[in-house]
């Protein structure tokens, strides 16, 4: 997915469906408007952390992937 933050430093697969999926829906609520721009959308995502889903919160946090 093209709005996927960190994309280019994963491979596709290492990518887990379930990461996507759980920040998929914040990346459209917080942090639309920096599509397709990765690295802003990444920003956008860590400066949310706190209003993040728990799911997406732990993919940002680290503890997901």
Do not use: M
């Not at 728990?54 to 940002?60: D, F, L, N, P």
């Amino acid at each position: 997915q093209d709005w996927f933050p960190n994309r280019e430093h994963h491979d596709e697969a290492a990518v887990s469906e379930a990461a996507k999926q759980a920040c998929e829906p914040e990346v459209f609520r917080l942090c639309v408007r920096y599509i397709p721009d990765h690295d802003a959308i990444t920003a956008c995502l860590h400066n949310n952390v706190t209003r993040l889903n728990t799911g997406c919160r732990a993919v940002i946090e680290g503890r997901q992937k």
